[in-house]
């Protein structure tokens, strides 16, 4: 079985600051990875994707994560922060390349202080 | 762009009261359905699956009867909480996918007094 630890529920950070969302899975086979931002009243939306190849991944709006399979990690990150990134941010992770069977974790909140 | 709704977006129902919540996909046609809860300070967890026009697949410790799931269409994903407790008050989120695209529904908050 798979599964998901987001270690951080809120991680409030100064606007223009850099900030590191930290996401570890356990599975006992190959992993695609996920990272979805949910902004209030809105649905979750994807933010970026490792299915394979190079382990730093590139998404939108300036976040970017890096898998380490010896660590199982899958950070999130983005040098410089917005008052426009204040969301939940959560990891997931599928067995299956389709993303069909997503095991999420339980989402970390990040506030930007203006 | 496309985009998945749901209605309604809170719900404040009687305990022994059924209530539904509808997901519906607009200019997107989602071949398969996912239904999520997610309790507070936990992660989401899968309900049930449903592909447009067959019976849904639940996931162990999901009662079936209770939570209803219709699929009837490419745009419209239904899930009936029949004979709703306290401790079916949560969250209900649905997600839509077609091959690679996906769109998650922005949640209904059910609390059953």
């Known amino acids: 079985a798979q599964s998901v630890t987001q270690l951080d529920s809120q991680v409030p950070v100064f606007e223009e600051a850099p900030v590191e969302l930290r996401c570890n899975y356990s599975?006992?086979?190959?992993?695609?990875l996920f990272w979805y931002v949910q902004y209030p009243n809105q649905g979750l939306q994807l933010l970026l994707k490792?299915?394979?190849?190079?382990?730093l991944v590139k998404g939108i709006n300036g976040f970017e994560a890096e898998f380490n399979k010896s660590q199982t990690s899958f950070h999130l990150r983005k040098p410089s922060v917005h008052i426009s990134d204040t969301a939940e941010y959560f990891c997931a992770v599928s067995e299956d390349f389709g993303n069909e069977k997503l095991t999420f974790g339980t989402g970390t909140r990040l506030t930007i202080i203006p | 762009g496309a985009v998945v709704s749901q209605h309604p977006s809170w719900v404040i129902c009687k305990s022994g009261t059924s209530v539904k919540i509808e997901c519906r996909s607009l200019d997107f046609q989602a071949t398969t359905m996912f239904w999520y809860r997610q309790f507070p300070k936990q992660s989401l967890m899968l309900m049930a699956t449903?592909?447009?026009?067959?019976?849904?697949?639940?996931e162990q410790g999901v009662e079936k009867d209770k939570f209803l799931i219709n699929h009837a269409s490419l745009t419209l994903s239904t899930l009936t909480v029949t004979s709703a407790h306290p401790e079916d008050s949560s969250f209900y989120i649905c997600?839509?996918?077609?091959?690679?695209?996906?769109?998650f529904g922005p949640g209904t908050r059910l609390t059953v007094t």
């Open positions: 490792y299915l394979s190849g190079s382990t």
């Open positions: 449903s592909n447009e026009g067959s019976k849904a697949t639940y």
């Open positions: 997600r839509g996918t077609s091959g690679e695209m996906q769109y």
């Open positions: 599975s006992s086979v190959s992993v695609y």
